[in-house]
């Protein structure tokens, strides 16, 4: 095989190809440049925006590394340093001279001529959404937000616990959880909540913080509260709260009692008394944890032949990646917990982060990852940063479906047929527990910020609520109540990314139906997958959905179908 091509930077067009961010100073005289230069012609218009793209290209790779360093090496002060210099003495200045760009480009005379062509009715769509949001007076509360959520990411990095005389992350301690011992997997759970709760009263704090500086942004705007505010800015035009309500109502009776069913089959086959939150990640029949790799290396080195064999130009993106260095898979003491995909918005190569130790989780977690890189790779060539960054609704699509797909090649990662069945019937399984873990998420998130004056006990009070309507009747949480109502504090998008979440059930549905059409017609089903992809964000959501030829749809009808096809895949597993 030849050696995977390391890419360079485009050449720039605009600023010099030996500029890098520094201040806020060095920055000015190219947002000047902009914001004077004239605007008349449809083509001066189109090379002002393209020029604006590679500007802002620009400045959110250089956020992105700093973001990159900081969460893989949260103890690094200048790495800390670096993100809140960005932070705190440059994105200030950012946010209103983008609103300035705004407002330009849309008074231009040229615009109604461009909003004709492919992809620029949605720039401009988003263009009118910015400016009607935009108010000077929230600039300071996004620096006071970024550096709260900063504070998430220290506290939970920091956090690990000792098993048999090993300090472990908590991801790492987690694995443990799959024991068949049962008293080793009560000990870890319980050691793990245990650490948790030592900052439940910090981390509700920080909450609370947050959601009092979110509501004054939304007020700021005109909004009656962060979620409404939230829609807005996400660019949620094909969807509204009360679908989400509706996506809430349809898990609950067509997902939750799949997901009963789920435990009490678990239940009989680990023969206990009562079914432990604990119990929930071992093998059923007691068999030993599946180990999916042997570490970061050899996690690549299978995920490039996987992605591979479903189409060489996937298995050459990850291929480029690990050349560029720009996998961080493993967990390590101070790397910040979670996984990300960063899309790098000049350079076109994103970067992956996670913290891998060698269970099925993390190897569907690459999966996951690598399904937003490639559809990076497939949008990289589009002339402008906006068309690249297509709307959450479809960058999950692409994430949760590469997962589905890629199951045809997890006999790489177990090569015995009984093991590689099993993953893939905890892979389907997954995804019956994950929507109404989704519908949780998003149904606290829609109460905390209509409630936004809420106490820290009432917020309690509505976790356990919402907790105990998605999760199923079997588990017993009896001496384990402080942990399960504070549970919520593990969810990092809560802190960092707010409502962002839905999205994962959406995107859940899409990316069974993609599989479906994958199981139907393979070449078919992923030629479909990677047009939906290439269309970055020219489209709406409904239309890119349909390139892909599945629906944009969450009806209790659509899903109770879904759920019909996934249920059956899963008998083919027994």
């Not at 969807?239 to 678990?266: I, K």
């Not at 990852?369 to 497939?378: C, M, S, T």
Request: net charge negative; glycine share 6%.
């Amino acid at each position: 095989m030849s050696a995977a091509p390391v890419l360079a930077r485009p050449t720039r067009s605009f600023l010099p190809d030996d500029f890098t961010v520094t201040t806020w100073e060095a920055i000015q005289p190219f947002a000047e440049a902009l914001l004077t230069r004239p605007v008349q012609t449809e083509a001066a218009l189109e090379q002002w925006l393209r020029d604006r793209s590679e500007f802002e290209s620009v400045l959110a790779e250089d956020m992105g590394w700093r973001y990159i360093r900081m969460t893989c090496f949260t103890e690094n002060q200048a790495y800390s340093q670096a993100y809140q210099h960005f932070v705190q003495n440059i994105q200030p200045h950012l946010a209103p001279v983008s609103d300035q760009l705004n407002k330009k480009a849309l008074a231009s005379p040229a615009l109604a001529a461009m909003e004709k062509r492919e992809g620029y009715g949605i720039l401009i769509r988003n263009l009118k959404k910015e400016t009607e949001i935009f108010r000077e007076e929230n600039v300071p509360l996004f620096t006071e937000i970024t550096t709260h959520t900063q504070r998430y990411a220290q506290l939970s990095g920091a956090m690990t616990v000792e098993m048999d005389g090993q300090e472990m992350t908590l991801p790492q301690a987690g694995v443990l959880l799959q024991s068949t011992d049962q008293a080793k997997r009560e000990e870890v759970y319980r050691k793990i909540t245990a650490r948790r709760l030592q900052d439940k009263d910090v981390l509700d704090e920080l909450f609370t913080q947050l959601i009092q500086v979110r509501h004054r942004v939304a007020v700021n705007a005109g909004f009656a509260n962060f979620r409404d505010y939230m829609f807005k800015a996400y660019g949620r035009f094909d969807y509204t709260p009360q679908d989400c309500f509706n996506f809430h109502e349809a898990v609950a009776g067509e997902v939750v009692p799949l997901l009963n069913e789920l435990a009490l089959e678990r239940k009989q086959k680990l023969t206990v008394a009562t079914l432990r939150p604990w119990d929930k990640a071992v093998d059923a029949e007691g068999r030993p944890p599946l180990k999916a790799f042997d570490g970061g290396a050899d996690l690549t080195e299978k995920s490039i032949a996987a992605f591979t064999n479903l189409d060489p130009f996937l298995g050459q993106c990850l291929s480029t990646m690990r050349a560029m260095g720009h996998l961080d898979l493993e967990s390590r003491k101070g790397k910040a917990p979670g996984g990300y995909n960063y899309p790098l918005a000049e350079l076109g190569v994103p970067f992956i982060f996670m913290n891998a130790t060698s269970t099925l989780r993390d190897l569907t977690t690459l999966m996951h990852e690598g399904g937003h890189a490639i559809h990076n790779f497939l949008t990289k060539d589009l002339p402008l940063a906006d068309f690249k960054s297509p709307p959450m609704e479809v960058a999950e699509l692409a994430s949760m479906s590469m997962e589905l797909l890629s199951m045809d090649q997890w006999p790489l990662f177990f090569p015995k047929p009984e093991d590689c069945q099993r993953a893939q019937r905890d892979q389907l399984e997954d995804i019956i527990e994950t929507l109404p873990w989704v519908a949780t998420i998003d149904a606290f998130q829609h109460w905390v910020y209509e409630n936004p004056s809420h106490t820290p006990e009432q917020r309690k009070e509505a976790w356990i609520r919402t907790l105990d309507r998605f999760g199923d009747d079997l588990t017993d949480w009896s001496g384990l109540d402080e942990g399960k109502a504070y549970l919520w504090q593990k969810q990092l998008h809560l802190y960092e990314v707010p409502f962002y979440y839905v999205e994962y059930g959406m995107a859940q549905l899409g990316a069974i139906a993609v599989w479906r059409n994958y199981k139907k017609d393979p070449a078919k089903g992923l030629q479909g997958y990677l047009n939906a992809l290439k269309l970055g964000n020219q489209r709406t959501i409904p239309d890119i959905y349909a390139a892909a030829g599945i629906r944009f749809d969450f009806s209790r009808a659509y899903i109770r179908d879904l759920m019909a096809f996934v249920k059956e895949a899963l008998q083919k597993t027994e």
